[in-house]
């Protein structure tokens, strides 16, 4: 731009209504300013955004409802108990399963112990299958 043309002339911005004096880098200027303007109006929005943040953090616990406390006691786990899946050996389904248990054959102990006829005619089974199960039983003891 000639120094002469501009001297005295102002840059009016459309939107603001702010007026920049002319220069000899007067449209650089110009975008310089705007850019200037439009960083702090984008500083000033990010203030406010964690303004509200803040404030929404210390005020939680009032929106936040309370927890709860449960007035009954914690379930119990079984750990280290005597009662074995007895329908990991071959053969033993759930039928057979609750016939020992009703005779208190509940672990793989217990099954070993036992005679085969006992179990034979505690399942209801020939002493065939009742050996099977306490070879099988054995085995997973030892």
Do not use: C
């Amino acid at each position: 731009m000639d120094p002469a043309r501009t001297a005295g002339a102002e840059f009016r911005h459309p939107a603001s209504g702010i007026r920049h004096p002319a220069s000899d880098f007067g449209l650089f200027h110009y975008n310089l300013l705007i850019m200037n303007h439009a960083a702090k109006n984008l500083l000033r929005i990010a203030g406010v955004i964690a303004g509200l943040g803040a404030a929404a953090w210390a005020l939680r616990d009032r929106m936040l409802p309370p927890p709860e406390v449960h007035d009954e006691p914690p379930p119990k786990f079984r750990t280290g108990t005597d009662i074995d899946d007895l329908t990991q050996i071959r053969g033993v389904g759930p039928v057979y399963r609750e016939r020992l248990a009703e005779a208190g054959i509940q672990s793989f102990s217990d099954l070993s112990n036992r005679g085969t006829s006992e179990i034979a005619e505690i399942a209801g089974t020939s002493s065939a299958v009742a050996q099977g199960w306490v070879k099988s039983a054995q085995a997973l003891v030892s």
